[in-house]
């Protein structure tokens, strides 16, 4: 009887323990080595669930669910790539491994449009047409018609 009341009185502690039963049964993922690589090399490859490095590299992940590595390096478009974990008896698989990102050129910014500001000259203001010229009456060598 005593027996009986010590593991009682064991199972009830357990409970209070700040670690649950369920918590027993859980295991931690395995650390699987993922090689990153990126054409053209010396991207940031950044994992979803932490890790991340300079390609070409390899980094250690510990999951057992689908990740994303993201790729980013100046002048390039980034890239997201897929990587799906595959549990296979005895071990843990990543697909695609190694993952390797093909970088495309990003289009070059094209410059803002400034308006240029010509100096122009100012039109000139119409002449006023000359006036008709009096005939002048001295100037004349001859004499004048009447």
């Not at 670690?19 to 994992?47: N, R, W």
């Not at 296979?88 to 993952?99: F, I, K, M, S, Y």
């Amino acid at each position: 009887m005593r027996v009986l009341v010590i593991v009682a009185a064991g199972f009830s502690l357990a409970g209070c323990s700040s670690m649950s039963s369920m918590d027993i049964f859980k295991t931690t993922p395995p650390e699987v080595t993922l090689q990153l690589d990126s054409v053209p090399p010396g991207a940031d490859a950044v994992t979803s669930v932490g890790p991340g490095c300079k390609t070409p590299c390899e980094v250690k992940v510990a999951t057992n669910e689908s990740f994303t590595v993201t790729y980013t390096l100046p002048k390039y478009q980034p890239q997201t790539l897929q990587v799906t974990v595959v549990a296979q008896p005895g071990e843990v698989v990543l697909d695609p491994n190694p993952a390797v990102a093909e970088l495309a050129l990003a289009a070059p910014a094209k410059p803002a449009k400034r308006k240029r500001h010509v100096a122009r000259a100012a039109k000139p203001a119409p002449a006023a047409a000359p006036a008709p010229a009096a005939p002048a009456q001295d100037a004349s060598p001859f004499p004048p018609v009447r």
